[in-house]
């Protein structure tokens, strides 16, 4: 299946600060990055997405890029807010198939 | 509301008696999926579905069936659960493909003893 890695596994930083999430892959057919919160006990929930044919998309504190050439897409929080804190997973999609990150851990800390 | 309902939420069973995992959507999404979360593992695709009575195998199909006869319903089957298949499980929806974000139902903890 298609390789996707995700650093870091886990990330701590101060309320008010930034976090930035990456996640690289192999396949250049891939056209579509979305980006997951899970927090603890529940679902995964889509925040943000991104197609092959835009560099940057914001939301509100959240952004994610996308390098098509270097195959890497980021996801960026901004002012980050105990809140904040959760599991973070990237995605894309190979063909028929979707696969995500192995997950990032933040914690937002007061 | 739209949503995607998974049931059991939790379920514990023993080696070799079959189960089924029900999912079903309400938004007339094409494309259903089955997800088993391990830690460390992330999320990885077990079954996928684009529309009716068709269903492909992901990257961890072994010991997993499923079914699509209505385009509502992607049923997971585990004819002879194993202790490797304690997990937690998610099934998706997105409307048309796996170029769309997903939906998730609740998740089912499943414990195989």
């Known amino acids: 299946g298609e390789n996707v890695e995700q650093h870091p596994s886990t990330l701590s930083v101060q309320e008010g600060d930034s976090a930035v999430i990456k996640c690289t892959y192999s396949?250049?057919?891939?056209?579509?990055f979305p980006w997951y919160k899970q927090e603890l006990g529940k679902r995964p929930q889509l925040i943000i997405d991104?197609?092959?044919?835009?560099g940057e998309k914001k939301d509100q504190r959240i952004a994610v890029t996308l390098n098509k050439t270097a195959k890497h897409f980021s996801l960026h929080i901004t002012e980050t807010q105990p809140e904040d804190s959760a599991v973070y997973f990237c995605?894309?999609?190979?063909?028929?198939?979707?696969?995500f990150g192995t997950g990032t851990s933040l914690t937002v800390i007061p | 509301e739209a949503q995607v309902t998974q049931n059991p939420r939790y379920l514990i069973t023993v080696t070799g008696k079959k189960l089924t995992v029900t999912c079903s959507q309400n938004?007339?999404?094409?494309?259903m999926s089955w997800y088993r979360q391990d830690p460390g593992l992330g999320l990885r695709q077990i079954y996928y579905?684009?529309?009716?009575?068709?269903?492909d195998k992901g990257d961890v199909p072994e010991g997993y069936k499923v079914s699509r006869k209505e385009k509502r319903n992607f049923p997971l089957i585990l004819e002879s659960p194993s202790p490797n298949q304690t997990s937690l499980y998610f099934c998706?929806?997105?409307?048309?493909?796996?170029?769309?974000?997903?939906?998730f139902g609740s998740g089912t903890r499943l414990t195989v003893v």
């Open positions: 938004m007339n999404h094409e494309y």
């Open positions: 396949d250049s057919a891939s056209n579509y």
């Open positions: 579905s684009m529309n009716v009575e068709v269903t």
């Open positions: 998706a929806s997105s409307l048309a493909g796996s170029n769309y974000g997903y939906t």
């Open positions: 995605g894309l999609n190979t063909g028929n198939q979707f696969y």
């Open positions: 991104i197609r092959s044919n835009v």
